[in-house]
């Protein structure tokens, strides 16, 4: 099992910058695949990246390609989400979890999650 703290958000304006990180317990980490994940009031949680087992691979939803870059850490049992030019739609409560294949983009394909951080973009 795997046990997840989200820490990093708070408020920015628009067009800054916020980074992520996702703590992860557990000597397993490194056999996951991760994602990023977000909820907006009154909407579904949607897919935001996630990053293969090894750091090899990496999925972005096309919302935040090019701005947003996720990383991990295995030695630190550590994921991160970099999230630059930042916009009031990317306004959310955040959730790192953990699943056994980076390419899926549904909440119910992964295992494990956070209790998430809230990141709210001013404009």
């Known amino acids: 099992q795997v046990q997840l703290v989200e820490s990093g958000g708070g408020l920015v304006q628009a067009a800054g910058s916020l980074r992520l990180s996702c703590a992860a317990s557990?000597?397993?980490?490194?056999?996951?695949?991760m994602g990023w994940f977000r909820q907006a009031p009154g909407k579904e949680r949607e897919f935001v990246a996630a990053i293969s087992f090894n750091g090899g691979k990496t999925y972005y939803a096309d919302s935040v390609r090019g701005r947003f870059t996720i990383s991990r850490d295995n030695a630190k049992n550590t994921v991160s989400l970099q999230m630059n030019s930042l916009k009031p739609e990317d306004t959310a409560v955040y959730y790192c979890?953990?699943?056994?294949?980076?390419?899926?983009?549904?909440?119910?394909?992964?295992?494990?999650w956070g209790q998430g951080t809230q990141v709210t973009v001013s404009s």
């Open positions: 557990g000597r397993t980490f490194s056999r996951y695949a």
């Open positions: 979890a953990a699943g056994w294949d980076e390419s899926n983009t549904y909440p119910r394909q992964y295992l494990y």
